[in-house]
């Protein structure tokens, strides 16, 4: 049972550079959510999906854009990566948007802005 | 704005200690989700209750609605228990339609559990 897989795990770049998170579910869930944990500030929504071929801002989207690829997939880009932007990065998966189902989350990936 | 409090926000064990991590909320909820990140790891789900008590082995939670509070207990704690255990709500309908947070979800800062043998 993969439940909610992310890629890459680790990542350092450079400022300006760009690239892509990937994420993907197996559990046939409308809604993805991405997040990011800083230190302190627990979790915060980025962007988030409620179903396939809708995506809407979170709470920090600034500097960010998301692809709902299709039920499966949901990858976050950075454009042009700036320190600020280290952190680490969650997807998250679940059944319906507006219900009392549990968000299951991937490993996360750290990434390193320099 | 922190609609969703922990406490407290670090806490030191002896093994075989009873702990209590708290959670209260000033949204409307329609459940609220216990959840636990071990160092270096992802996030994983450990109840979800809308009312009253459930447990699971030496874990237990509780929920007041009426208080907009949750407790999350650890009986017999052990070292593997060490922890940071992340309290979420998820908004009901009313809170969402008159400006709730995006997503459905808000988090606390989370509780960072260290339990020494």
């Known amino acids: 049972n993969a439940g909610v897989t992310q890629t890459p795990k680790f990542q350092v770049l450079k400022t300006g550079q760009s690239m892509t998170l990937q994420c993907a579910q197996d559990?046939?869930?409308?809604?993805m959510y991405w997040y990011r944990q800083d230190p302190g500030m627990g979790l915060r929504l980025i962007y988030y999906?409620?179903?396939?071929?809708?995506?809407d801002k979170g709470e920090v989207p600034n500097g960010y854009n998301v692809s709902r690829l299709n039920k499966r997939e949901f990858s976050l880009r950075l454009e042009s990566a700036a320190p600020s932007q280290t952190s680490v990065y969650f997807c998250?998966?679940?059944?319906?948007?507006?219900?009392?189902?549990?968000?299951?989350f991937g490993d996360g990936t750290r990434l390193s802005i320099l | 704005k922190n609609e969703v409090e922990q406490s407290p926000q670090n806490l030191t064990a002896q093994e075989g200690e009873f702990i209590t991590i708290n959670c209260s909320y000033s949204?409307?909820?329609?459940?609220l989700h216990w959840l636990q990140q071990h160092p270096g790891g992802g996030i994983v789900s450990l109840f979800m209750?809308?009312?009253g008590k459930k447990k699971h082995g030496r874990l237990i939670a509780t929920i007041n609605i009426q208080e907009k509070h949750s407790s999350l207990h650890i009986t017999a704690s052990h070292p593997r228990d060490s922890a940071v255990y992340i309290c979420?709500?998820?908004?009901?309908?009313?809170?969402?339609?008159?400006?709730?947070?995006?997503?459905?979800?808000?988090f606390g800062k989370g509780t960072k559990l260290s339990v020494k043998p």
């Open positions: 979420a709500v998820i908004l009901n309908l009313w809170t969402l339609n008159y400006g709730g947070s995006q997503g459905n979800l808000i």
């Open positions: 949204v409307g909820i329609s459940a």
């Open positions: 559990m046939n869930h409308n809604s």
């Open positions: 998250a998966s679940r059944g319906v948007i507006n219900s009392n189902q549990p968000q299951h």
């Open positions: 999906s409620a179903s396939e071929g809708t995506t």
């Open positions: 209750l809308s009312s």
